[in-house]
Nanobody, 113 residues
Framework: VHVVESGGGLVQPGGSLRLSCAAS????????IVWYRRAPGKQRESVASIPVFGWSDYADSVRGRFTISRDNAKNAAYLQMNDLKPEDTAVYYCNSRGESFAWGQGTQVTVSS
């Protein structure tokens, strides 16, 4: 599976962005999908996940502000990010829970006034 992340950009604190993850090469319907991020000087971390069935899960740092979703018909996943904070600045990636997809280039999110 190859993924292309998009939707990042520069936004002021308190702003919103919606990230998209477009997958190709295989149907991702049967995969749990995870959004990861890597901030400057830090290790990659999982921020949100959505299973094939069941409830989504979020890192404590984004719970209540971020919402993960998926559109199986479009073979895509999304991350709605509200009330963005400077500490959300990172490159965001999507992958399966087992990191079995080829990593995309990610999409840069910069939160700054």
């Amino acid at each position: 599976v190859h993924v292309v992340e998009s939707g990042g950009g520069l936004v002021q604190p308190g702003g919103s962005l919606r990230l998209s993850c477009a997958a190709s090469g295989e149907d991702i319907t049967l995969y749990d999908i995870v959004w990861y991020r890597r901030a400057p000087g830090k290790q990659r971390e999982s921020v949100a996940s959505i299973p094939v069935f069941g409830w989504s899960d979020y890192a404590d740092s984004v719970r209540g502000r971020f919402t993960i979703s998926r559109d199986n018909a479009k073979n895509a996943a999304y991350l709605q990010m509200n009330d963005l904070k400077p500490e959300d600045t990172a490159v965001y990636y999507c992958n399966s829970r087992g990191e079995s997809f080829a990593w995309g280039q990610g999409t840069q999110v910069t939160v700054s006034s």
